[in-house]
């Protein structure tokens, strides 16, 4: 009996592929399955939440997942993006002249950084990360994110500059709100917190979508001011090295993009363990996760991590090897080649509440109140990364349209 | 010349770290046969504990045969964060899904309290000190003979 876990000898790519049975089979189909039920709308959403338009977020979902799947060492870690990533990555390429170019070019230097930080074994740096400084830090992000997103769920244009800005855009425009999708939004908010308590195997972002899309376009929502997605160009994307002239600039973001993509994988990971399992590597998973942001950055994808709410459904559903990310790919291949039509009716407001009920649970007050009531100091520590995230503006002018005030 | 001076700041620094990462972890002689008391030495902060709990596992891994109880002797931890409270639960956690017995002694008062605020983990006994958890664990070899 092990107490310590001892790292086997290295498994060949895709190990999970050498001695795979066929009684796996099922399950790690139903697995990518339902996985793609959480990661298609979610890579839809923090697409938008990046600055994104919503098929670089099916992009990012696509060759990075494909490449952890064939390098990682979780079992059932789901590579595609994070609401924390995509925030990062749009203050990172606010303002750009390109950001769509500016968005894979950090992508690549990005998986770069990871790749470096992983052949020179220092995935042990993970470990030494002070766990409130995270959780407020986490909380102030999911704080920022909300207020940003509130807009999409009011019809208010927000500028997306900073937590008070936002709100402040919010409480300045509340006379501009657009009733049809506050009751658009609001209904798919009220839809997943019901869902989310109720029966977890049912995705709940999927048939918030789905829901959406139907009352969108059976009600002719969009001619009564909800904006939708709209027209998205379908087709996989194809091989591009992008060309971003003020790249240098980007790599201090690249920098704290790949520390939490880092602290944000790994900690799912350890999530998923199980007893046979083998244990994570960590710097091959740096190696892997760097390997995948490389190979998004060069398919116009934008910066990725493993997400520990689309890894848990993937645990959840049943996942035994990577073959069910491979499988979740699949969907999102055919989404992005036979489905991009149904998302045209998609309205900005279902998003806005996707991603908002995602934030939220990034802001955990029972676990900062249990900090406050072990350690105040600490409790000081979180307050403080807290306000770190929310009380500095971005320098830059966010590419979203300023308020018009009247 | 100021570079040089970065330099060695730099470098004294991370001696410095890199020093303060690794408490030393004693393995306390002289205790009744079936009781593994492990010391570690120093403050436990976010960047060290990870280091403290991989050798706390490791020694009882390499525990031959398994003690019946292992007890963390904390009189040389003289300050805990809340990030080391969490990996030390989580490390009790794991003693307990192999099947041992987890005391702690030697806590201060405030430590203590800080424990007992997250939550030590069921079945888990604490003494005020390692004399103490010696006296109880011979009291309890009375009671219940060595396993077979």
């Avoid at chain 1, 994070?82 to 925030?87: E, R």
């Avoid at chain 2, 045969?65 to 956690?93: K, S």
Wanted: with cysteine.
């Amino acid at each position: 009996m092990a107490l310590g876990r001892r790292a086997g000898a290295r498994p060949p790519i895709a190990g999970w592929l050498r001695g795979y049975r066929r009684a796996w089979l099922g399950r790690d189909a139903v697995a990518g399955l339902v996985a793609a039920c959480v990661v298609v709308p979610q890579a839809i959403a923090y697409a938008g939440l990046a600055g994104l338009p919503v098929q670089v977020g099916l992009y990012a979902a696509f060759v990075p997942m494909l490449v952890y799947a064939a390098l990682g060492t979780s079992r059932a870690l789901s590579v595609s993006v994070t609401s924390t990533v995509s925030i990062l990555t749009a203050e990172a390429i606010a303002g750009s002249s390109d950001p769509r170019a500016a968005a894979a070019v950090l992508a690549i230097v990005v998986g770069a950084i990871l790749i470096v930080a992983g052949l020179a074994r220092v995935g042990f740096l993970a470990d030494f990360i002070s766990l409130p400084i995270l959780a407020g830090y986490k909380a102030g992000t999911g704080l920022f994110i909300i207020s940003g997103q509130l807009g999409k769920i009011l019809g208010i244009p927000v500028g997306g500059t900073g937590f008070f800005e936002n709100v402040g855009d919010i409480v300045g425009g509340l006379d501009d709100i657009s009733w049809a999708t506050l009751a658009v939004g609001a209904a798919t908010i009220g839809l997943l917190l019901v869902m989310g308590r109720g029966s977890p195997r049912v995705p709940a972002p999927l048939v918030a979508v789905v829901l959406g899309i139907a009352a969108v376009s059976v009600l002719d929502l969009a001619d009564h001011g909800v904006d939708v997605v709209g027209s998205v160009p379908a087709g996989l994307p194809g091989f591009e090295l992008p060309s971003f002239s003020g790249w240098r600039d980007l790599v201090p973001a690249a920098g704290g993009i790949a520390l939490m993509a880092t602290v944000e994988s790994l900690a799912a990971g350890r999530a998923l363990l199980r007893r046979d399992d083998p244990p994570l590597d960590a710097n091959r998973e740096l190696i892997a996760l760097g390997a995948a942001n490389l190979g998004g950055g060069v398919f116009q994808a934008y910066p990725g991590s493993g997400g520990l709410s689309q890894s848990a459904v993937n645990d959840d559903a049943g996942a035994r090897t990577q073959l069910s990310s491979v499988v979740c790919a699949g969907v999102v291949v055919l989404v992005l080649t036979v489905l991009t039509g149904v998302l045209n009716d998609l309205a900005q407001a279902t998003l806005g509440a996707l991603v908002v009920v995602a934030a939220a649970s990034l802001v955990k007050p029972s676990e900062l109140r249990l900090i406050a009531r072990v350690r105040t100091r600490d409790f000081v520590l979180a307050l403080v990364a807290l306000a770190g995230v929310l009380v500095p503006a971005c320098s830059r002018e966010s590419s979203s349209p300023s308020p018009s005030r009247s | 010349m100021l570079q040089g001076v970065l330099v060695a700041v730099a470098v004294s620094l991370l001696t410095f770290i890199y020093q303060a990462n690794k408490p030393p972890v004693e393995i306390v002689e002289g205790m009744p046969d079936g009781m593994l008391v492990v010391r570690p030495a120093g403050r436990l902060y976010a960047a060290n504990v990870k280091s403290v709990t991989a050798r706390l596992a490791a020694i009882a891994d390499a525990a031959d045969p398994l003690p019946e109880v292992v007890v963390l002797d904390a009189v040389a931890i003289p300050d805990l964060e809340y990030t080391a409270v969490v990996a030390l639960r989580e490390l009790g956690d794991e003693a307990r899904a192999h099947g041992l017995a987890r005391w702690v002694t030697g806590l201060r008062a405030e430590q203590l309290r800080m424990l007992e605020r997250f939550g030590l983990g069921p079945d888990v006994r604490t003494f005020a000190t390692l004399d103490d958890a010696v006296a109880a664990f011979e009291e309890r070899r009375l009671f219940r003979p060595r396993r077979a």
